[in-house]
């Protein structure tokens, strides 16, 4: 007897979720598919949606926004889309009925928005601000932004709250994913951002994905990893370390599937098979290399280094790290990353969402100082950023509490006093204290210590870690609070102000991507209702906190930029004084690559690019390396090829480090007995607000839901589609189960996505933090697991306005 | 039971299921069909990834793309294919242009991009 083709389909949307009559998304689908023949015009830009930096051209047909292609001569995806690449062209202009086109502005939270004038939108926000810091001082007012604004608008924005309203509470996103980056790159290599680029993906022997669900995540890159792999598959080895199984695995030769937590260790033995084995590059490391410990930094010598890594052998780390991890798989994983022409390690949030974040980037750059892996062709330590502009607009543009714009440290004088010559207001206006850092923000904004909070472009309602503790204080109705963004979102949900901005190609600006290149996206169509760019919206409010608080210094922070229209010459004003000011004899020089350069080239340009003929050239592929990189002879002291002349090592050594293993902040116990983890799916980006909007996205992931391990799943009575409560000390969901070998035993893996309350992950994640990046540990905390039902049926769930 | 149900499935669905391969449907019918090609679903039905259902429905066809260079990348049914109301079993040769620009203009005109590129397969050069 065979099933009808209605209860076939039934049983088969019973795998994720039960069924769910008579939805309706408020999305229509109208056909834009377009022939290039058809076009009225083809723009270049860049992807919005994650940190790969895909080159692009949107088509443009009568105003509206109607297809995206790939730019097959950019560096970066040579052509290639993702579904999100592809369709995000619905969320612009007036495509979607559901974007922000009006200010809306309500005194207390507990009323309904009411639509208001720009004018009138520009004087709440300025005479709020002025009151708190009248009142409460400077450090009582804050910029949150993100790794998805524009470079201009993250520079403009710090520029105003620092030089303007004198305090350093400017902060970002990408505190929340790419701190721990950071910290490992300036401590190990004395400089931020990777020494190599995309271009080593085509010419590595070996890739090491740790904590890198790329496949996902990285789509367009994974798709170059896997040609490689697919074109050379017996000479390129990919080892794929991960306590889940992911789609990334599909091309590994080896994964190392550890339990959560107990990487430090694994990396460790690694280096012990590498010092065993004499694996390591004896000149390399006599050349260009130190041995540091402790948070003095003290220098050692190798025989301690050697003695500390005695402690991580194989077979004592095997037993650590549990999962499917032997000794034997160690060393052959140390062995085949020495011995490569090339290897090119790779990994995101699974490394640097955790605790030891720093230290666990540490420890990957230990093991390419060892074998001398850096510098040369398709040997790199890469880090993988998650948003479009973390790099360029927030590592680059000074967009954290504690670093000024070009890699300047906030609490170096001669820094920053510098950047208040450059910018001509009084010396000693910008603080020389950091300010609050993100965890640190939203804990003074519980305590009433933050009264005005300005948040740009971002969802921190949804995506800070245990973010039912720091919705309370955002609720609070003494603090008010801005949000700028294009669509309702949960933080929506908690502002006092709501302004509409204009999204990509509805404004021009600049995105600077994981491989230190900076690309253009110049305005195509027009923002819909009254949007605004940030840019126009910051200069205005500045101008009238100016007045407000009778402050000159804060309108001669915007003096530049007056009179500037806003869709093109504002962006390119700041962006000028940006680079040919703050970055121009910093080591990530953007003097040249100015709006022009940028224009004429299919993608960009990689920093350092201190004149317009280089930058002409593409810019630099791999810093440090003589004849390659400009800086690196400009800044020569002997004959040596490789000059690392980053501004935090003044000896101008790689540093290894001593870092012991450090388990996670919370570890599973007898009441909570699983690890949670958390990360990302391939069809939405962040809290689904954009993505959730699109239909085919929407429709291919309309659920978050929980991982479990089948082995977990039969001790438990858990089956597919089950309803499954997911408990930790802070909070609780309830999502469908998918049974699946991914997790390891003992682990359940949730993707963040979903806006709905009930299957909000960071409602249960943890919020301690790396003591020296403050990012949070999203990627470990303890929870508990119960079946509560079978199928139940599910809605998709996105934040609208209230009518 | 189970060859019975895909019997009934495949029957059933018929011409959409059956199309989805284009490179039959480039020399066997014309080169898009209309949206009612998939049989009619229910808004909560539509919520399905497509894989989902053609893991069985059409098996071939599904193992195919998994292992190919789109399944491997995650490249999704519905990048070419479109979703349930603007579906076409035989992709517009534009969609592949999103991703394989290069190609799609200097490609022989008077071919389609699965006549040299198996559909599902792709990485066979015929």
Known sequence: MGLSRREFIKRTAALTAASYAGLSLPISNEDYSAHASDADSWHKGTCRLCGSGCRLELEVKNGKAVALRGIPQSRTNMGYLCMKGMLFY???????????KKPLYRARKDQPFREISWDRA?????????KTVKKYGNNSVAYYGSGQAFTEETYIFQKVMRGGLKTNNVEGNPRLCMASAVGGYVTSFGADEPIGSYSN????????????NTAEAHPVLFRRIMRRKMDNKDTVKVINADPRVS???????????????????????????????????????????????????????????MAFIKDYTPEKVARICGGNITADKIRKAALWFAKSEGTMSLWTMGINQRSRGVWANNLIHNLHILTGQLCRPGADSFSLTGQPNACGGVREGGGLCHILPAHRLVKKNKLRHQVERLWGIPEGRIPPKPGYHTMAMFEAVNEGKIKAIWINCTSPAQSLPNCDKYRKGMRREDVFIVVSDIFPTKTTELANLILPTAFIFEKTGVYGCTERRSQLTVKAVNAPGEAKPEVWMVREWALRLSKELNDPVIKKCVEPFMGKEPDYELPKAIWEEYTQKLTKGRDNDLSGATYEVLEKLPDGVQWPAPTKQWALKGGTDIKFVRGLDPLADKYAKNDLPYQFYGPAHPDRKLWIWLRPQKGPAEMPDSKYPFYLSTGRIIDHWHTSSMTGRIIELMRANPYAYVEVNPKDAERLGIKPGDMIEVVSRRGRNILPAKVYVGPCEGMVFVYWHDEDENRMINRVTKDAFDPGSKEPEFKICACRIKRVSGPRPLKPFLVHMKA | MKGQFLRSCILVLAVALVVACPAWASKNTPSSKPASAHPELSAQEKLTPCSQC??????????????SVHGIDNVKCFQCHGTYEDIKASPDEAT????????????????????????????IHK
């Open chain 2, 54 to 67: 053609h893991k069985d429905a059409t098996p071939t066809v599904y193992k195919e793309w998994y292992n």
């Open chain 1, 90 to 100: 619905k969320l612009m202009g007036n495509n979607h009925p559901e974007r922000l």
């Open chain 1, 122 to 130: 520009l004087d709440i926000a300025s005479k709020e601000f002025a």
């Open chain 1, 201 to 212: 993906f085509e010419r590595a022997s070996c890739f090491f994905i740790i904590g890198s």
């Open chain 1, 247 to 305: 789609p990334t695995s599909r091309i590994a030769d080896l994964h190392l599937q550890f339990a959560p937590g107990t990487d430090l260790a694994l990396l460790n033995a690694m280096a012990y098979v590498i010092l065993e084995d004499k694996l390591y590059n004896e000149d390399f490391l006599k050349n260009y290399a130190d041995f540091r410990m402790g948070k003095k930094k003290k220098k050692v010598s190798l025989q301690k280094y």
């Open chain 2, 96 to 123: 592949c242009a999103s991703c394989h620009n290069a190609q799609y203009m200097k490609r022989p005109k008077n071919k389609k991009c699965w006549d040299c590129h198996p559909a599902h397969y792709f990485f």
